[in-house]
C-alpha cells in the first residue's frame, strides 16, 4: 500500500506523529491481522517519542496487560 496524494494515508487529522511514517501503524496493523489490543500497543509504542513520551508507554503496557488477561484468562 502506498502513499498517494489523494490516499486517506497521506493525511492526518491532530498532528503528524504518523504521517511521516514509512510504514503507519495501521498499515501494519490491518496486513497482519492484529486485534485491537494488539494495533493500540503497536501505535502507542511507535508514537512516544513524537506524541505523548513516557505516557504513551503507559498505555501500550495497559495494552498489553488488558491483551495478556483476555488471551490468558484465570479461573481463580
Do not use: F, W
Amino acid at each position: 500500500m502506498t502513499k498517494s496524494e489523494d490516499s486517506a494515508l497521506s493525511g492526518q487529522i491532530g498532528g503528524d506523529h504518523y504521517k511521516n511514517m514509512a510504514i503507519q501503524p495501521m498499515q501494519y496493523s490491518m496486513k497482519n491481522n492484529l486485534n485491537a489490543c494488539q494495533h493500540t500497543a503497536i501505535k502507542y509504542v511507535t508514537r512516544y517519542k513524537t506524541k505523548g513520551g513516557k505516557l504513551d508507554l503507559e498505555k501500550a503496557i495497559h495494552c498489553i496487560q488488558m491483551l495478556i488477561e483476555m488471551e490468558y484468562p484465570t479461573n481463580d
